[in-house]
Nanobody, 116 residues
């Protein structure tokens, strides 16, 4: 059974930083495509960033230059370092895994709120 557990969300002031973590189990993490997505109230879920098994990264325009996705295969964990946060970044952030079977798995989400 594949499981993804996110952590690291919370309340932060504009301009602040947060680091999200997603620990996975039940699959071969090292060869999975990992990603972070987010969903703001009243909006569709959108891509934030992905990282391949080779470490190749892809970012949404809104994340470029501010967010960094990384992975630690030894810990089965993917991270999202978020800097220079603004109110527009307020959303539930979800971790996603796509394995060799091409099946997609999601975590339960972690709330990020940017507010003064």
């Amino acid at each position: 059974q594949v499981q993804l557990v996110e952590s690291g969300g919370g309340l932060v002031q504009p301009g602040g930083s947060l680091r999200l973590s997603c620990v996975t189990s039940g699959t071969v993490f090292s060869i999975a495509l990992m990603g972070w997505y987010r969903q703001a109230p009243g909006k569709q879920r959108e891509l934030v960033a992905t990282i391949s098994r080779d470490g190749n990264t892809n970012y949404a325009d809104s994340a470029k230059g501010r967010f960094t996705i990384s992975r630690d295969n030894a810990k089965n964990t993917v991270y999202l370092q978020m800097n220079a946060l603004s109110a527009e970044d307020t959303a539930v952030y979800y971790c996603n895994l796509v394995g060799t079977s091409k099946l997609s798995y999601w975590g339960q989400g972690t709330q990020v709120t940017v507010s003064s």
